[in-house]
């Protein structure tokens, strides 16, 4: 009923399965997705300028950092990847819901920016389950399970500035936690206003 | 995890469904339930005191009205009917959620003794469509339709007083809608504190 769509900021510690979470709840919604990102590395064949990738100029994309158009960015391998904020107000003029995986320093940065976002933090069952799962890789120095033990510790301290809470212990409850805050936050009065008036026929 | 229930108010205008959303809800959900009802009436054969009903003496019953402690109430046949608040805290308390069916003013009420409540508006999609289902049944005179719809226009003002609003056009989706806001509800992080502690192993 013409609302707007939100911005979701998803945040969590590594190891917390986020990816696992959102892929199996990306096939579970048609109305939420990704903000188209930019990039200073060339397209590839078949890849449509605003659709796949919003192609920039590093001149173009540092210009927009400075500006403060860029959400959030990395260099990786000499190029620049990043999301614009005009990207996101795309998606959520459009009526759809933009999603923004982004660590939590960044989250509190967005959250300025977007003051209606709404922030959702995944959590491990517990320290020790999470310690278990990195160890369970097998990929993992022991130097890094506890480096990174020790940052997740940190981030959960963010945890208090988020809007909501999900643990995954179990992956279905945890996409289905998901579904259900996507769908209840939307039904939220402070983000109903126009349904209000459409009912008292406000809108002739 | 150790949450407390959730207080949940539920209230519509007259027509817009109410009560067969929520019988629907009840079949899709086992942590949620209506509190005891207290009354006067006499018990019939097989109801057992606090588990069909909390009987109580007219006595009784008005003084616990005096005493605050009947949240709401109602006179029927000379009998009274109500919900005590200690029924809802012992529900809460329990782990589970409570639900209140109950009108705007009452609603108003029960935010103020439980400020942790959350308040659900069921409306229709326009005053228009309510005006219809009520002509539809057959059974209202046009007086009485008129009283109606003017009277669900005077609730509908107090909808900017509740948290979620959810628009009765469809069943199957309205009841979806509830349950994820009664699941979303319990995930915000201003009712997860257990949780986060939990996590961060600061409960032993």
Redesign the interface.
């Given at each position: 009923?013409e609302n707007k769509g939100v911005l979701f900021v998803i945040s969590a510690p590594a190891g917390c399965g986020k990816d696992t979470i959102l892929n199996e709840f990306f096939l579970h919604t048609n109305t939420a997705g990704y903000a188209v990102s930019a990039t200073t590395r060339k397209p590839r064949e078949g890849e449509i300028n605003g659709v796949h990738y919003h192609f920039l100029t590093v001149e173009d994309f540092k210009a927009k950092i400075q500006c403060g158009e860029v959400l959030e960015y990395t260099e990786y391998c000499g190029n620049y990847y990043g999301t614009l904020k005009k990207s996101v107000n795309d998606l959520i003029n459009s009526g759809k819901d933009a999603v923004l995986k982004i660590e939590v320093e960044g989250a509190m940065n967005i959250r300025k920016q977007f003051p209606d976002s709404c922030l959702v933090?995944i959590?491990?069952?517990?320290?020790?389950v999470l310690e278990q799962r990195l160890r369970g890789r097998g990929t993992e120095t022991e130097e890094k399970i506890i480096e990174r033990t020790t940052q997740a510790?940190n981030e959960?301290k963010f945890?208090?500035n988020?809007?909501?809470?999900?643990?995954n212990d179990d992956l279905k409850t945890a996409v289905?936690?998901l579904?259900?805050?996507f769908?209840?936050?939307k039904?939220?009065?402070t983000r109903?206003g126009e349904?209000?008036k459409?009912?008292?026929?406000e809108k002739n």
């Open positions: 009923m933090f959590l491990p069952p517990s320290l020790e510790k959960l945890a208090e988020y809007d909501y809470l999900i643990v289905d936690d579904l259900s805050v769908r209840a936050e039904l939220r009065r109903c349904v209000l459409n009912v008292m026929g």
